[in-house]
């Protein structure tokens, strides 16, 4: 019981390194500790979907889907497939998948982000995406198949604007 309890406070202590090292953007520095942590805790689902954080802004697209692949599916098991904190590695996967030029996916994963908790940041991911799809549409004379996007790009502005009413970002999409 004690070595558990000394395991999980490594485990803990390593994962807040990583954090401190993320948001300081030292990203080798985080992913070492994340690595470190999890070699302990190979399940710990929020230190994978860092990881894979860390990953994305190493310019690694492909070893970040995949932690985040995995942190997704261990929170799921975990947490439950409805818990609100799938919304975080849902919306890092969007940004990781809009990088490499796959829009539908990055939708699609903007989309599970919202359903988990519609945010701010994710809601107006989804609207712009759905904005430039519908205008790229538009730019090819298929107004038929841009109309959708463009009402997805308003219903998911007036989402946000009741999140946050004096946004810009979202009235200029509204």
């Given at each position: 019981?004690?070595?558990?309890?000394?395991?999980?406070?490594?485990?803990?202590?390593?994962?807040?390194?990583?954090?401190?090292?993320?948001?300081?953007?030292r990203y080798p520095?985080?992913?070492?500790?994340?690595?470190?942590?999890?070699?302990?805790?190979?399940?710990?689902?929020?230190?994978?979907?860092?990881?894979?954080?860390?990953?994305?802004?190493?310019?690694?697209?492909?070893?970040?889907?995949?932690?985040?692949?995995?942190?997704?599916?261990?929170?799921?098991?975990?947490?439950?497939?409805d818990d609100e904190?799938?919304?975080?590695?849902?919306?890092?996967?969007?940004?990781?998948?809009?990088?490499?030029?796959?829009?539908?996916?990055?939708?699609?994963?903007?989309?599970?982000?919202?359903?988990?908790?519609?945010?701010?940041?994710?809601?107006?991911?989804?609207?712009?995406?759905?904005?430039?799809?519908?205008?790229?549409?538009?730019?090819?004379?298929?107004?038929?198949?841009?109309?959708?996007?463009?009402?997805?790009?308003?219903?998911?502005?007036?989402?946000?604007?009741?999140?946050?009413?004096?946004?810009?970002?979202?009235?200029?999409?509204?």
């Amino acid at each position: 019981a004690q070595a558990e309890k000394e395991a999980e406070e490594k485990v803990k202590a390593l994962f807040d390194r990583g954090v401190k090292a993320y948001e300081a953007e030292r990203y080798p520095d985080a992913l070492l500790a994340l690595d470190e942590a999890l070699m302990i805790a190979p399940n710990f689902d929020s230190a994978l979907v860092l990881r894979g954080a860390v990953l994305a802004r190493m310019k690694k697209p492909k070893p970040a889907l995949e932690s985040l692949e995995r942190g997704i599916t261990v929170g799921r098991n975990t947490r439950g497939a409805d818990d609100e904190w799938l919304h975080w590695p849902y919306m890092e996967k969007g940004l990781i998948l809009l990088a490499v030029r796959q829009p539908v996916q990055a939708y699609e994963a903007f989309g599970e982000s919202i359903r988990a908790k519609p945010t701010p940041k994710a809601l107006l991911a989804r609207a712009n995406l759905a904005f430039a799809q519908g205008r790229a549409l538009g730019s090819k004379d298929d107004w038929d198949g841009a109309e959708p996007f463009f009402r997805q790009a308003q219903a998911d502005a007036e989402r946000g604007l009741e999140l946050e009413p004096e946004s810009a970002q979202f009235w200029s999409i509204k």
